[in-house]
T-cell receptor, first 111, second 115 residues
Framework: RKEVEQDPGPFNVPEGATVAFNCTYSNSASQSFFWYRQDCRKEPKLLMS???SGNEDGRFTAQLNRASQYISLLIRDSKLSDSATYLCVVTKVYSGYALNFGKGTSLLVTP | NAGVTQTPKFQVLKTGQSMTLQCAQD?????MSWYRQDPGMGLRLIHY???????DQGEVPNGYNVSRSTTEDFPLRLLSAAPSQTSVYFC??????????????FGPGTRLLVL
């Protein structure tokens, strides 16, 4: 079983829609959690960190449930520019802060 | 401030050839790592380093060597290229974790094709 699991999608949504991505992780000792965004053929870039209390950055809201080992990302009022692959990322416990990536969820926002 | 740079951007190798993928960062980060990204597999950790002179294996280290003689550079060596090493390779760096979710910065990637 992969350590970080995501629904691969693709998610096709119209502009203005709200879309939610889910992610589960298997190692209960994981320490830090992130959502990264990756545009086609580009490097991943940090979208936001995820905290147990939940956190929001503009149209993006991230939630962490440590008991269920579950992470979510909510995008409100989707824009065309949100089209990308969203990567759920968890720090490995024993590897000097290297990241453990989910396979990513593809989002396409259409006019 | 260039961030993380990788060279070359593209490379074609023949089976059995060796080469070195270069990675450099100018942010004085102690942590550096190499990932490969394959379709349907996501990014997988090859090797990582927590400081100059210290390296360790990641999830898929076979066929690759690394060294870290300076804080800035973290080259990845393919010893004898195989078609299974056809992939996109990303180098990343970050400062040590403090529990606040430090950003890892990625280079633009090297696209490698092994024939």
């Amino acid at each position: 079983r992969k350590e970080v699991e995501q629904d691969p999608g693709p998610f096709n949504v119209p502009e203005g829609a709200t879309v939610a991505f889910n992610c589960t992780y298997s190692n209960s000792a994981s320490q830090s959690f992130f959502w990264y965004r990756q545009d086609c053929r580009k490097e991943p870039k940090l979208l936001m960190s995820v905290y147990s209390s939940g956190n929001e950055d503009g149209r993006f809201t991230a939630q962490l449930n440590r008991a269920s080992q579950y992470i979510s990302l909510l995008i409100r009022d989707s824009k065309l520019s949100d089209s990308a692959t969203y990567l759920c990322v968890v720090t490995k416990v024993y590897s000097g802060y290297a990241l453990n990536f989910g396979k990513g969820t593809s989002l396409l926002v259409t006019p | 401030n260039a961030g993380v740079t990788q060279t070359p951007k593209f490379q074609v190798l023949k089976t059995g050839q060796s080469m070195t993928l270069q990675c450099a960062q100018d942010m004085n980060h102690e942590y550096m790592s190499w990932y490969r990204q394959d379709p349907g597999m996501g990014l997988r950790l090859i090797h990582y380093s927590v400081g100059a002179g210290i390296t360790d294996q990641g999830e898929v280290p076979n066929g690759y060597n690394v060294s870290r003689s300076t804080t800035e550079d973290f080259p990845l060596r393919l010893l004898s290229a195989a078609p299974s090493q056809t992939s996109v390779y990303f180098c990343a760096s970050s400062s040590p974790p403090s529990g606040r979710g430090e950003t890892q910065y990625f280079g633009p990637g090297t696209r490698l094709l092994v024939l």
